[in-house]
Each structure stands twice: as C-alpha cells, then as structure tokens.
C-alpha cells in the first residue's frame, strides 16, 4: 500500500500548515510511523477504515446518523426484506456487534423486525420513516464519497476499490481454508 501517507500523528484530523505551526512532512507508510506497523494488513485496513469511517460520520452528521447506520439501512432497504444472519454474512459484521447496531435503528424507527417462516429467524425492513431517513442521506453520502474521489483522483479511486475487494476475498478465502491454527514452530 505505498499510496498510503501519515503526518505521524495519531490526530486523525487533517494536517495543516497554517496558524504557524511548523508541518511534519507526510512519511509513506512503509516508513515507521508512531505505532502503527507499515507491514501489517490488519493495522492499516483498520486505520483506513476507521479515518474513512471518520469521514463519512462528520458528513452524515448533521442528519443525527452513523456511517455504520447508513451502511446497514442502504443493504437493508435495497434487499426489501433480509434477514439478520445474510447481513452479518454479506457485511462482515459480527452478529453481536449487527444486533446493538440493529436495536439502535429499531428505537429510531427506522427499521423493523418480523420473524421469518422459521420463527428463529429475524427479518429485517426499512420503515418509511427510515426510506425517508436515507432519501435524506444520500446527497450527504455522495458529498462523502465525491470527497474521497477528488483526494484520490478517478484512477485512484478504482485502484482502491479494486485493492479493498481483492484484500476482502483474499481475508475470505484465509478464514474458509480450515487450516489448523496451530502455534508457529520456533525453527534453529
């Protein structure tokens, strides 16, 4: 990932020059970087994701919702009818972490929870309120994403896209091999 840069910092706000500050210049990510491990998928998919995260709150801010929110009500809304266990999968969310995330959108009135044929099973829709609640979202998630793809520019921004699905099927395919985890032999 060399087209990943860092101030240093673990001030996530943007890095600026003015006020009269002197600027740390930005060091690729392969250069070591506070605590952060160059080499590391994990710390740098998840430093990623939490600053574009990070992005997407502070857009979606002022309609009182969560990039996370809008995540699940968009996958939600576009299936009509899915249920709890199918998001978990097609989103890569733990299923605690999808049922919190899932009770907090039911409280806003946004979604609802009918029980399937087999009355284990959650089925989740989109309310009116809460298609009206996204209606009103996606000019703030375009404004996002428009945001993202100036800094990257139009190849970048498929580059990325490209990157992020090959590294998300290549983490798929590593947890589905059914290899033994076993501890790493200390080789002489």
């Known amino acids: 990932m060399s087209g990943f840069y860092s101030n240093g910092s673990n ?13 740390r210049p930005l060091v690729p990510a392969g250069d070591k970087c506070g605590a952060l491990d160059p080499d590391c998928a994990c710390s740098l998919t998840r430093r990623a994701a939490r600053t574009v995260t990070q992005l997407y709150d502070v857009v979606l801010a002022p309609l009182g919702m969560k990039a996370t929110q809008f995540v699940l009500l968009r996958a939600i809304s576009e299936t009509g009818k899915i249920a709890q266990w199918q998001l978990s999968k097609d989103l890569s969310i733990a299923v605690e972490t999808l049922t919190r995330r899932l009770a907090t959108m039911r409280r806003a009135g946004w979604i609802e929870l ?36 100036e800094q990257l520019g139009e190849d970048g921004w498929k580059e ?8 998300a099927l290549a983490a798929e395919k590593s947890l589905t091999a059914r290899v033994k985890n076993l501890p790493p032999t200390m080789d002489a």
Not at 11 to 23: D, F, L, Q
Not at 115 to 133: A, F, N, V
Not at 135 to 146: F, K, S
């Open 11 to 23: 001030n996530s706000e943007p890095h600026s020059t003015n006020g009269g500050s002197k600027s």
């Open 160 to 167: 990325t896209q490209a990157c992020l699905d090959r590294l």
């Open 114 to 149: 009918h029980s399937g044929s087999d009355r284990r099973e959650h089925l989740y829709i989109t309310t009116p309120r809460g298609r009206e609640q996204l209606e009103r979202a996606l000019p703030y998630w375009h404004r996002a994403q428009e945001r993202l793809r």
